[in-house]
């Protein structure tokens, strides 16, 4: 099984409809997670610094990247355990290629 996980910066909701304004990268991966969740053998997850400070702790690649760059690094993407992005949220076409999936509907942009 494959498994994307996405280190977030501490944020108020997953949702990105919080706050002062609306965050289109969040209803984006919201999105994108709802169509990971029906696919067999792959897996998606998201871990917020403020909600879920342990599963920082516990990957040492996550820990290194934000002692080496700071909080700019956040958020960062882990396919099987490798860091493949920093900084920034995977694009729907890299989310395709890495989990070998195709993502339908309003969620590719």
């Not at 099984?1 to 501490?10: D, F, G, S, T, V």
């Not at 304004?21 to 209803?27: A, G, H, Y």
């Given at each position: 099984?494959?498994?994307?996980?996405?280190?977030?910066?501490?944020l108020?909701?997953?949702?990105?409809?919080?706050?002062?304004?609306?965050?289109?990268?969040?209803?984006?991966?919201?999105?994108?997670?709802?169509?990971?969740?029906?696919?067999d053998?792959?897996?998606?997850?998201?871990?917020?610094?403020?909600?879920?400070?342990?599963?920082?702790?516990?990957?040492?690649?996550?820990?290194?990247?934000m002692?080496?760059?700071?909080?700019?690094?956040?958020?960062?993407?882990?396919?099987?355990?490798?860091?493949?992005?920093?900084?920034?949220?995977?694009?729907?076409?890299?989310?395709s290629?890495?989990?070998?999936?195709?993502?339908?509907?309003?969620?590719?942009?």
């Open positions: 099984m494959k498994k994307l996980a996405i280190y977030e910066p501490a108020c909701c997953s949702t990105g409809v919080c706050g002062p304004s609306v965050d289109e990268d969040l209803l984006r991966i919201t999105g994108v997670m709802k169509q990971v969740k029906e696919e053998d792959v897996m998606m997850i998201r871990y917020n610094l403020a909600s879920n400070p342990n599963s920082f702790v516990r990957n040492q690649n996550v820990i290194d990247t002692q080496n760059e700071g909080q700019d690094s956040l958020p960062i993407t882990v396919l099987d355990g490798e860091i493949f992005k920093t900084g920034a949220y995977p694009t729907n076409e890299e989310i290629e890495y989990l070998n999936i195709q993502l339908v509907g309003e969620t590719i942009q």
